[in-house]
């Protein structure tokens, strides 16, 4: 990876901050493959949202409940 230092005026960064942005919408809105059916803002959705979360909090609580919660998603 190369570093190169330069310098900008606020246009060139607003530009820059407006593309990262959207860039980073994007991938959120396309985390999720489609193979899991879950229509963005769908219940589902929401309980994969909240999995995931618990999932990365590292908190052994809200861990367990993510395995909960994924179980009782499959036997639906």
């Given at each position: 990876?190369?570093?190169?230092?330069?310098?900008?005026?606020?246009?060139?960064?607003?530009?820059?901050?407006?593309?990262?942005?959207?860039?980073?919408?994007?991938?959120?809105v396309a985390a999720?493959?489609?193979?899991?059916?879950?229509?963005e803002g769908s219940?589902?959705?929401?309980?994969?949202?909240?999995?995931?979360?618990?999932?990365?909090?590292?908190?052994?609580?809200?861990?367990?409940?993510?395995?909960?919660?994924?179980?009782?998603?499959?036997?639906?």
């Open positions: 990876m190369r570093l190169y230092l330069i310098t900008m005026d606020d246009n060139l960064e607003n530009a820059i901050r407006k593309i990262v942005r959207e860039i980073l919408e994007k991938d959120v999720r493959p489609r193979a899991y059916g879950a229509p219940k589902r959705d929401k309980q994969l949202d909240m999995t995931k979360a618990d999932l990365e909090s590292g908190d052994p609580e809200r861990i367990q409940r993510a395995y909960n919660r994924r179980e009782k998603m499959e036997k639906g």
